[in-house]
């Protein structure tokens, strides 16, 4: 079993649909969660950032943490074209980011 | 910022020839990673510096592999004698440690076909 898995898709979405992301992992010493987007031939950007269980909202992004579920959730509202990437969860053990741990990624298409 | 900058883009080489690849990182940053990317795959962690000590190597890292800090500046990473499962992208993020919600910035990454 692999410490991070996540749907690799692809997922289809109409423009405007609000888009649900998952990834569960079995490490419970994972303490802090990324959420990453990459788009074809681009090295992965940060999107969100968190170390707590709950709610983390940034405009149309909003990062969910469970750990008592070890399942993490990205969910984008209003999606528009420009979302279309891939979307890779990635968990940490420590503070800082030496050696953050990826899911396979998701690949999302948002059609106009 | 300027980013994370990784040269070259790309690099085509005959298995076997040794290639070498370059990263600028942003320019405070004292924490400089090395990760792997095949396709269908997220990115794997190779190693990572601060400064210019190297403080962790996966076990990805096989012989074949050398990376260098020096300066504390920019990077290298060499691949030796390349096979042609070493094809990938090879991505380079820097950091800047204690600063708490310490985040990963990546470059566009180094894309090696092994042929």
């Known amino acids: 079993q692999k410490e991070v898995e996540q749907d690799p898709g692809p997922l289809s979405v109409p423009e405007g649909a609000i888009v649900s992301l998952n990834c569960t992992y079995s490490?419970?010493?994972?303490?802090?969660f990324m959420w990453y987007r990459q788009y074809s031939r681009k090295g992965p950007e940060l999107l969100m950032y968190?170390?707590?269980?709950g709610n983390k909202e940034d405009g149309r992004f909003t990062a969910q943490v469970d750990k008592s579920s070890k399942y993490i959730s990205l969910f984008i509202r209003d999606s528009q074209p420009s979302d279309s990437a891939t979307y890779l969860c990635a968990m940490t053990t420590q503070g800082g980011s030496e050696k953050l741990v990826f899911g396979k990624g998701t690949k999302l298409t948002v059609n106009p | 910022d300027t980013g994370v900058s990784q040269d070259p883009r790309h690099k085509i080489t005959k298995r076997g020839q040794n290639v070498t690849f370059r990263c600028d990182p942003i320019s405070e940053h004292n924490r400089l990673y090395w990760y792997r990317q095949t396709l269908g795959q997220g990115p794997e962690f190779l190693t990572y510096f601060q400064n210019e000590a190297q403080l962790e190597k996966s076990r990805l890292l096989s012989d074949r592999f050398s990376a260098e800090r020096p300066k504390g500046s920019f990077s290298t990473l060499e691949i030796q004698r390349t096979e042609q499962g070493d094809s990938a992208m090879y991505l380079c993020?820097?950091?800047?440690?204690?600063?708490?919600?310490?985040?990963?910035?990546f470059g566009s990454g180094t894309q090696l076909s092994v042929l």
């Open positions: 968190t170390y707590s269980s």
């Open positions: 993020a820097s950091s800047h440690s204690g600063r708490g919600n310490e985040k990963l910035f």
């Open positions: 490490n419970s010493a994972f303490q802090y």
